[in-house]
T-cell receptor, first 114, second 112 residues
Framework: AQSVTQPDIHITVSEGASLELRCNYS??????LFWYVQSPGQGLQLLLK??????LVQGIKGFEAEFKRSQSSFNLRKPSVHWSDAAEYFC????????????FGSGTRLLVRP | KAGVTQTPRYLIKTRGQQVTLSCSPI?????VSWYQQTPGQGLQFLFE???????NKGNFPGRFSGRQFSNSRSEMNVSTLELGDSALYLC???????????FGDGTRLSIL
C-alpha cells in the first residue's frame, strides 16, 4: 500500500541554523513528490515538487529537496531558518488509481528558537 | 490570479444536521479534490472531480458526497453529521488532476 512517513513529529532549531526534514515514501511506480507547508489556521502552500529529471529541486522561500530513489526518500532542506518558517510541514506522494490523489505524511511541526 | 476560495471559513453544526461546503478553483483548473484534516487521522483524501464527474473516491461513508458544476466550482455535502466529522475540510484544484494541487484555506467544521 502507498504510504508516506515523516518520522519527526516535532523539530526545534535556532534561527539561522540549517534544517532537514525527513520523508520516506512507499509507492511501486515512479512517484510524484511534494512538500507543503501549513501555518496555523491556513491551508496548505506548495513549497516544491518533484516529477522527474534533476533529483535536487528548488522551491519557494529558499527550500530545496532531494529525491533519492534508492532510499525512497525526499528530504526537505533549508540552509538558514528564519523565525517565519515556524509551521507544520507535510510531505506527500501523488498516487494514480482511477485518478490522481495525494497521500500525505503525518506532518512535522517546526519550532524556531530566537 | 485568484487562488482557491472556500466558503464558509467556519461552521458550527449539531449532530444529525447536514452541511454544504463550497470551493471555487483557480481559474482554468478543471480538477477539484477534497481532503479532510483531523488531529487523529491527519490529511485524508475524500474525492476528486473533473469536468463534473467524480473520478475518484476515498474511504469515507456515503454520508460524504460532492458535485462539480460546469464552471468547475465544487460543493461537498455531509449528511447526518457526527461528532467525528469535526475537521478542517480542504479543497485543492489543479489543471487536470495530475499536476501540483493548490489548496484553499479550508472550512473549519465543528459539530456540537
Amino acid at each position: 500500500a502507498q504510504s508516506v512517513t515523516q518520522p519527526d513529529i516535532h523539530i526545534t532549531v535556532s534561527e539561522g541554523a540549517s534544517l532537514e526534514l525527513r520523508c520516506n515514501y512507499s509507492y511501486g511506480a515512479t512517484p510524484y513528490l511534494f512538500w507543503y507547508v501549513q501555518s496555523p489556521g491556513q491551508g496548505l502552500q506548495l513549497l516544491l515538487k518533484y516529477f522527474s529529471g534533476d533529483t535536487l529541486v528548488q522551491g519557494i522561500k529558499g527550500f530545496e529537496a532531494e529525491f533519492k530513489r534508492s532510499q525512497s526518500s525526499f528530504n526537505l532542506r533549508k540552509p538558514s531558518v528564519h523565525w517565519s518558517d515556524a509551521a507544520e510541514y507535510f510531505c506527500a506522494v501523488g498516487v494514480k488509481d482511477s485518478s490522481y490523489k495525494l497521500i500525505f505524511g503525518s506532518g512535522t511541526r517546526l519550532l524556531v528558537r530566537p | 490570479k485568484a487562488g482557491v476560495t472556500q466558503t464558509p471559513r467556519y461552521l458550527i453544526k449539531t449532530r444529525g444536521q447536514q452541511v454544504t461546503l463550497s470551493c471555487s478553483p483557480i481559474s482554468g483548473h478543471r480538477s477539484v479534490s477534497w481532503y479532510q484534516q483531523t488531529p487523529g487521522q491527519g490529511l485524508q483524501f475524500l474525492f476528486e472531480y473533473f469536468s463534473e464527474t467524480q473520478r475518484n473516491k476515498g474511504n469515507f461513508p456515503g454520508r460524504f458526497s460532492g458535485r462539480q458544476f460546469s464552471n468547475s466550482r465544487s460543493e461537498m455535502n455531509v449528511s447526518t453529521l457526527e461528532l467525528g466529522d469535526s475537521a478542517l475540510y480542504l479543497c485543492a484544484s489543479s489543471h487536470d488532476g495530475e499536476g501540483p494541487q493548490h489548496f484553499g484555506d479550508g472550512t473549519r467544521l465543528s459539530i456540537l
